[in-house]
């Protein structure tokens, strides 16, 4: 499976996310710049964390209008898997690729800890090694990961089963001492109604070695490789 990274100026993530598909899983990836226009031969396109072109305007809304962004998102539109983590969650959604926007962290911190997250949904290429109900163990790092979306939008989210994360307490209760940033809902993770885009804000590549403190994000990844080479297609 051939992984695409894509790197836009001020992203920070990039190589965190190459060592761990390339070293980690052992998997094909390669950099895509910003500035490139084709990601043809690529089976899965991630956006990494970080603060791409400065976070200048608001998280996300520059990089959207980049050179790479119209074939990533005919990639995405056609059933391309497609991983957004943090900054790359904010540049699909200014992309119009996931619903709702994201504001500032309600304590207008910035916010660099570990979280807990309760998986809502595991049949998806994203966390199909995951049980639904599980509560897993990821870090944020970010200053605008306080989702929004409006109540009609909520409600076909949870219609859809397109709530990903939530973050929840150690035991899976979700509460609004558990939530890190004001985020509507408690939401940290959403997919688009197709399945093939997941945007999250916590940093699965952050914690797939236990040298790094834990390893539940490897199994995120590990679900992608694992689903494609079962031969799983969406809409199958």
Known sequence: MKFGVIVFPGSNCDQDVYHVLGAVLGQPVDYLWHGDTDVAGYDCL???????????????????????????????????LVL??????????????LPGAMRRNDCLQFRCQWTYLRVENNATP???RFREG?????????????????????????????????????DGEVTPAANPNGSVGNIAGIINREGNILGMMP?????????????????????IVDWWQRGERLGA
């Open 46 to 80: 991630v956006l990494p964390g970080g603060f791409s072109y400065g976070d200048y305007l608001r998280a996300g809304a520059i990089a959207r209008f980049a050179p790479i962004m119209p074939a990533v998102i005919d990639f995405a539109r056609s059933g391309g």
């Open 84 to 97: 957004g983590i943090c900054n790359g969650f904010q540049i699909l959604l200014e992309a119009g690729l």
């Open 126 to 128: 994203f966390t199909n």
């Open 134 to 170: 599980q509560v897993i163990r990821i870090p944020i790092a970010h200053g605008e990961g306080n989702y929004y979306a409006d109540a009609a939008t909520l409600a076909e989210l949870e219609a859809n089963r397109q709530i990903i994360f939530r973050y929840c307490a150690p």
């Open 203 to 223: 940093h699965p590549e952050r914690c797939a070695e236990s040298l790094l403190g834990g390893t539940d994000g490897r199994e995120l990844f590990a679900s």
